[in-house]
């Protein structure tokens, strides 16, 4: 079984600052990691996944994650935020079945002017 | 373009009424699945289907039912069964059913009066 852990449902940011949402894992195999973007009342987009190849991944928008096995974290980042970033983030894991994805409780992140 | 299409966005329905959740993918992609979202709460397995004809109970499936007679629909009916049906609700679709890589519709949004 695997379960994942979003430290902070709510994170602030000015504009222009660093974007850090974190995200830290249990899986019991070598997981699939993802971080998923959800703007209000809409589908989830998919940000960037972690699928054993390189440790840092880069996704849309700026965004990357770094995957660190010996600390079980996939965290989230983004070296300026820009207004448009305000959205809820999701990380999410598998195993490798879509069936057994299990997503973290999201959190919202608010960039400040 | 490609994507996934809910519908409606919104809908209302009365206590005890059964409600059919429309989705249709353009992606050609064999799995799709449901999903449920309440503030909080991340998303939770409805339903899933692997290939047409074939359909399997996710971890809340209790109250609900689907239907997959083609490829690219896979309606969800929110049965009166179902105590409490108020939710976001998410239809999603994957290309290869080994990943957790999934395609987001914009969501319907169901409110029990």
């Known amino acids: 079984a695997q379960s994942v852990t979003q430290l902070g449902s709510h994170v602030s940011v000015s504009e222009g600052a660093l974007v850090l949402l974190r995200c830290n894992y249990s899986s019991s195999v070598p997981p699939y990691l993802f971080w998923y973007v959800q703007y209000p009342n809409q589908g989830l987009q998919l940000l960037l996944k972690y699928t054993s190849a390189a440790t840092l991944v880069k996704g849309i928008n700026g965004f990357e994650a770094e995957f660190k096995k010996s600390e079980t974290s996939f965290h989230l980042t983004k070296p300026s935020a820009h207004m448009s970033d305000a959205a809820e983030y999701f990380c999410?894991?598998?195993?490798?079945?879509?069936?057994?994805?299990?997503f973290g409780s999201g959190t919202q992140l608010t960039v400040l002017p | 373009d490609g994507g996934i299409t809910q519908s409606p966005k919104y809908l209302f329905r009365k206590e005890g009424q059964n409600v059919t959740l429309s989705c249709e993918q353009n992606?050609?992609?064999?799995?799709m699945y449901w999903y449920r979202q309440d503030p909080g709460q991340g998303l939770r397995l409805i339903y899933y289907s692997q290939i047409v004809n074939d359909f399997q109970k996710g971890d809340i499936a209790e109250g609900y039912s689907v239907s997959r007679e083609k490829k690219e629909s896979f309606p969800l009916t929110v049965t009166s069964a179902q105590k409490n049906p108020t939710a976001f609700y998410l239809c999603a679709s994957s290309a290869v059913v080994g990943t957790g890589e999934l395609f987001f519709g914009e969501g319907s949004r169901l409110t029990v009066l």
């Open positions: 992606l050609n992609h064999d799995a």
């Open positions: 999410a894991v598998s195993p490798g079945s879509a069936r057994q994805l299990t």
